[in-house]
């Protein structure tokens, strides 16, 4: 029910329903308030991970296409050369599918304020 936005006090009002023992009804509610943080909390965190992930691949293909590009213009004796355009877009890619997933991930996945209105 956070998930949906919805208060404590509707939460509450969901545990009666199903009734709950009367002692326990605000002590569960903060608990999957509690709950509903953690899991919002791992979540971004995973998909942080993915990001950083993207981000690295990028950056090594990237790297390697400039390497590879260099080394095969230092070995063709001032002729021909093979540049690595496709590896190159790739990595530009990728860098730039991480950047976005990041910052995706830090805006849904903000914190919300405190549905923990005490009554």
């Known amino acids: 029910m956070y998930a949906e936005g919805k208060s404590r ?11 709950a023992n009367e002692q326990q009804i605000a002590s569960l509610a903060d608990q999957f308030y509690h709950d509903y943080l953690f899991l919002m909390a791992e979540k971004k965190k995973q998909l942080l991970k993915k990001a950083d ?5 990028g ?3 990237l790297g390697g296409s400039l390497v590879l590009t260099v ?8 002729g021909h050369y093979v540049t690595f355009n496709t590896l190159s877009i790739a990595g530009v890619v990728c860098l730039l599918i991480g950047v976005m ?3 995706s991930a830090e805006k849904e996945y903000q914190a919300p304020p405190s549905l923990l209105k005490k009554v």
Not at 9 to 19: G, Y
Not at 53 to 57: G, S, V
């Open 53 to 57: 992930a993207f981000q690295l691949i």
């Open 101 to 103: 997933n990041k910052r």
């Open 9 to 19: 006090e509707a939460v509450m009002a969901m545990l009666i329903e199903e009734n």
């Open 71 to 78: 080394m095969s213009y230092l070995f063709s004796d001032g």
């Open 59 to 61: 950056a090594v293909l």
